[in-house]
Nanobody
């Protein structure tokens, strides 16, 4: 499975962006997917997860109520809608696929940079 994250960019505080994670190969529609981010000088942080069916979603406290994860299995794509962005959301954002839904991420995308200006 190859993952391609896209949709990052520069946005002002309070603005919105939608990230996409497009998959090719494998049976992506059967995998849980997570979004992570890594700010300069910081450790990678998990921020959201969606089950293979899309029924179950989970969020880190830092993004809960502002970000929404969703998926379109017909398009092999997972989305991260980010609203009310803050400067502290600035980071490279990665998507990753969990093949067995055991919270071990087997495949990673290359990352897309989100920059939020104050």
């Amino acid at each position: 499975v190859q993952l391609q994250a896209s949709g990052g960019g520069l946005v002002q505080a309070g603005g919105s962006l939608r990230l996409s994670c497009a998959a090719s190969g494998g049976t992506f529609r059967t995998y849980a997917v997570g979004w992570f981010r890594q700010a300069p000088g910081e450790e990678r942080e998990w921020i959201a997860r969606i089950s293979w069916s899309g029924v179950t979603t989970n969020y880190a406290d830092s993004v809960k109520g502002r970000f929404t994860i969703s998926r379109d299995n017909a398009k092999n794509t997972v989305y991260l809608q980010m609203n009310s962005l803050k400067p502290e959301d600035t980071a490279v954002h990665y998507c990753a696929a969990d093949q067995r839904s055991d919270f071990h991420y087997d495949y990673w995308g290359q990352g897309t940079l989100v920059t939020v200006s104050s």
